[in-house]
């Protein structure tokens, strides 16, 4: 496979391998979880359809998919291990060489369910539709990549190329403008989003709107990112290339040009030096053309001394912003220079890479905004998207702003990333029955009991949330239903001994609870003889 990698604001590019990716991910599916189809049918993908949904563009790219041997081949391989990072790039590799349209759409779309955050695959789905002279779904393509990976500053730079290149006409100005906010409304604040602010600004400057530009980079003086003295070097040049009045809004312009005036009044020459400049005036006056809509050369240099002077005031305002932007970037600088692979990757990241996210986040929650907050725990989720503590973390931290963010987190992680980790499936139950939501916590252990159907910690976990229902048929039915459908006679032992627990403690019913473990008893001789020995 050639050089694709996933980026988040550089050009750094990787390799992808799938070495690495079973350390991470701890608990594994079982054959048959899979064979069962649960995994499959939680992720959305079960290969090829072999042609049975029609191109619904009418296009054939790719002729009659002469070899669909292969391809179930490469098909079978990602079913059987989904994690199987390597499994997917042969897939996606074979399917692009193809030229087959409809199976690379299968397989991208399959692979984006278990892999949204990379960034070069998106960019390759893009141009294979774009390839195929299908522009409106190339766009849509991006439309969706920059919707699951919103803070990748490549591909957004790419999205606007494209979109540019195709609506290059001034009838398109608006739209393409707002393409441009959005890309940096939602990746502006990307430590290495300096391009996207560079290219937005350029283009307002290539439609002739400077006053466009300007409003831009007064926001961008004030954003922390790596290259900030950079942008305040062109900022002066393009304060110094345009006049005032073109740049500043109306209110502001009339500000700094009522305080010039202010000033020069302030500083007005005596009268004896008054009376010689009038008299030198008149004479000027008197030699002057009779032209009375040319300029004197008097006029044109009071003017120019004007702008300069309002132009030097615009730069010395800003660069107080500039100064305080500067400090922000200083105490955030270490940080940023420990991010080695700020890109996805399957392969575990080193120990030090983790503890400088870990630090950083510190930092931040410590120091920064919520807005900063949060934009850097979706860098650090791109990088670490196989870290179930981060993920945990980053919930509990949002919990204190309302119930959409955490529900948010939990199901990008349980859906998406980390599917096959039981822990971060039963703090989404707790975090759910804690916000009142018994029917999503449930939902969510019913989830984890399918995935992995021997894993106690959620049977028990399901039990504790429904006594605390308050529904005591239910529990009963609950842990009939568990020690029925027990593997060994010593788990429904143990299920036996909760119940009967629960009959004494709980409903106050003694001869119940004998009677329960009496029948264990009965059941399972071997085990209670040891425990009673």
Known sequence: ?????????????????????????????????????????????????????????????????????????????????????????????????????????????????????????????????????????????????????????????????????????PEYEEKTRSLHERSVQSAGLEFRSDRLWEIYIQYEIDCKKPRNAMEIYD????????????????????????????????????????????????????????????????????????????????????????????????????RVKHKANEEEVSRRWNFEEGIKRPYFHVKPLERTQLKNWRDYLDFEVENGSHERVVILYERCLIACALYEDLWLRYAKYMEAFGEDGPRSVYDRACSIHLPQKPNIHLARASYEEKSGNFSKAIEALNFLEKMFPTYLPAKFRRLGLVRRTGKREDVEALFKKYIDAATSPSIASLYAIKLARYRFKVCGDIEGSKRILNTAIENDKVRFRFMFD
Request: hydrophobic share 30%.
């Open 1 to 169: 496979m050639g050089d694709v990698g996933v980026s988040n604001g550089n050009n750094n590019y990787a390799l992808y391998s799938s070495s690495g990716y079973s350390n991470v991910m701890t608990h594994s599916l079982s054959k048959e979880t899979l064979n069962d189809g649960v995994y499959e049918d939680q992720m959305g993908f079960l290969g090829p359809n072999n042609g049975d949904d029609a191109n619904e563009d009418g296009h054939d790219a790719g002729g009659d998919r002469k070899d669909m041997t292969e391809l179930d081949k490469y098909w079978k391989a990602v079913r059987d291990t989904p994690q199987d990072f390597t499994g997917w790039t042969y897939l996606l590799q074979y399917v692009e060489q193809e030229n087959d349209l409809i199976a690379a759409r299968e397989a991208f779309d399959a692979f984006f369910k278990c892999y949204p955050y990379c960034y070069g695959y998106w960019k390759k789905y893009a141009d294979l539709e774009k390839k195929n002279i299908f522009i409106d779904r190339c766009q849509e393509v991006f439309e969706r990549g920059v919707a699951a990976i919103p803070l990748s500053v490549d591909l957004w730079q790419h999205y606007i190329s494209f979109f540019r290149t195709q609506y290059p006409g």
């Open 219 to 318: 926001r961008l003086i004030s954003t922390p990112t790596q290259l900030y003295s950079h942008h305040f070097e062109k900022f002066e040049e393009f304060v110094r290339d345009n006049l005032p009045k073109d740049i500043l809004s109306a209110e502001e312009f009339l500000v700094l040009r009522m305080e010039y005036l202010k000033n020069q009044k302030a500083s007005a020459p005596t009268s004896d030096d008054a009376s010689a400049e009038g008299e030198q005036n008149k004479k000027s006056a008197d030699s002057s053309s009779t032209n009375d809509d040319a300029k004197t050369e008097n006029d044109a240099k009071k003017e120019e001394e004007e702008a300069s002077a309002i132009r030097d005031k615009i730069i010395e305002l800003r």
